[in-house]
């Protein structure tokens, strides 16, 4: 039988040729533009290097290339696969900034992310799985700076009293969270400002978190979505019932969408058990996280569509002002007096849809162990952190 492969050099040309056909909207580009400027402070002397591999949206890459390059930066893009050469990956760090567009490489780009921290030139914006749709016109990346911060100040304000949280939806979760004594952590205002050296965020910004007390959670978690990354579906076929046990999940119930979640959790467990790290870090509770982006959308990309329509990612439905997420797995955020004990190569968010969402704040110990004296910060969607 003939082989129809296409030499390598004619591969580059066509690769060449398809980007060069993807024509970004110049609303989309404008909207990157702003978010470069105003969150990531991009200037026209500095130099940018896009990451991105096989799970990189194009037009993603397109847009931040074309909205850099108007700034005035010059750009450099690195495709991440098995033959790219640790080396070529770590010179990255010799620009201004990175963009992380490679969502399936994080375990090759690791050292990049550790690389930053110590860095005094550059600095780092996590995109991973972002659509393009992020940059439209009153999108996610067109939020406000001076307004999500207001928003976050306020959020820290409210916050900075609570000893725990008991939190229910319409869905069915129902759980109690609380925190550690004697204010032993603290929450964690993400501005999505990437302006200085040293310096890694996500962006679109817009979240309060911290750590809840790990050996103290306890109920059920009911998921109408799952974490993009966990499958990429704007809802599932039932709902998914999380029991949560002393801060780790002890039961996953559900349909097929349940069995993505337990197949992905036990894979992730194999992981850690090859690398001779505890396999229970995936399953105890790692974050809780409000979101204050007035912009951001929920996971339903689209409700006229099938529940396996592809969804919103995680990493702008997180931020959406008025929800709440967990996460589960590795409990190092990377921000001082917020970290807890758990360890692990997975970190995966779930939101809890604003929608029929309460959330009750207790300010002291003895008032949480009664539930008496909440105030409901959150009461069937309706804010009242303001």
Do not use: C
């Not at 398809?18 to 969150?39: C, G, H, M, W």
């Not at 009293?161 to 993400?190: Q, V």
């Not at 076929?237 to 559900?254: A, M, R």
């Not at 790692?286 to 339903?300: L, P, T």
Request: proline residues 5%.
């Amino acid at each position: 039988m003939p082989n129809f492969e296409l030499p390598p050099q004619m591969t580059e040309q066509v690769a060449e040729k398809e980007d060069k056909e993807i024509l970004p909207s110049p609303e989309r580009v404008e909207t990157a533009q702003y978010a470069l400027t105003n969150f990531v402070k991009l200037r026209p002397e500095e130099t940018v290097v896009i990451f991105q591999d096989k799970g990189t949206k194009p037009e993603t890459a397109k847009i931040l290339e074309e909205a850099a390059k108007k700034i005035g930066s010059s750009v450099q893009r690195i495709e991440i696969n098995r033959k790219t050469k640790k080396k070529e990956i770590n010179s990255a760090l010799e620009s201004s900034v990175i963009i992380d567009l490679a969502p399936d490489s994080e375990n090759k780009t690791g050292d990049v992310y550790d690389g930053i921290e110590e860095s005094d030139s550059s600095r780092l914006v996590a995109l991973l799985d972002l659509g393009p749709d992020a940059f439209d016109k009153n999108g996610p990346m067109s939020e406000s700076p001076e307004d999500l911060q207001y928003r976050l100040d306020k959020m820290e304000q409210t916050l900075k009293d609570a000893s725990g949280f008991k939190i229910t939806s319409r869905y069915g979760t129902n759980l109690e969270m609380p925190l550690r004594l004697f204010k032993e952590r603290r929450w964690h205002k993400d501005t999505g400002m990437i302006d200085e050296p040293g310096k890694w965020d996500n962006l679109p910004g817009g979240e309060i978190f911290t750590t809840p007390d790990e050996r103290g959670v306890n109920g059920v978690l009911v998921l109408p979505v799952l974490e993009s990354s966990v499958a990429n579906e704007q809802g599932v076929d039932e709902y998914v019932y999380v029991d949560i046990q002393n801060g780790k999940i002890s039961s996953i119930k559900g349909g097929a969408s349940a069995e993505k979640l337990r197949k992905q959790l036990e894979a992730d467990a194999l992981e850690e058990i090859k690398e001779g790290e505890n396999p229970l870090g995936v399953y105890q509770i790692a974050e809780m996280a409000f979101g204050a982006n007035s912009k951001a959308r929920s996971a339903v990309a689209d409700p006229e569509q099938a529940y396996n329509h592809p969804a919103v990612s995680v990493v702008e439905a997180e931020k959406r002002l008025g929800t709440m997420h967990l996460a589960f797995g590795n409990a190092e955020h990377g921000e001082e007096g917020t970290e807890g004990f758990s360890q692990a190569a997975s970190h995966h968010d779930f939101v809890i849809p604003r929608n029929g969402l309460t959330v009750e704040m207790f300010t002291n110990e003895g008032d949480f162990n009664n539930k008496k004296n909440g105030r409901k910060i959150i009461s069937e969607g309706g804010l009242n952190f303001f």
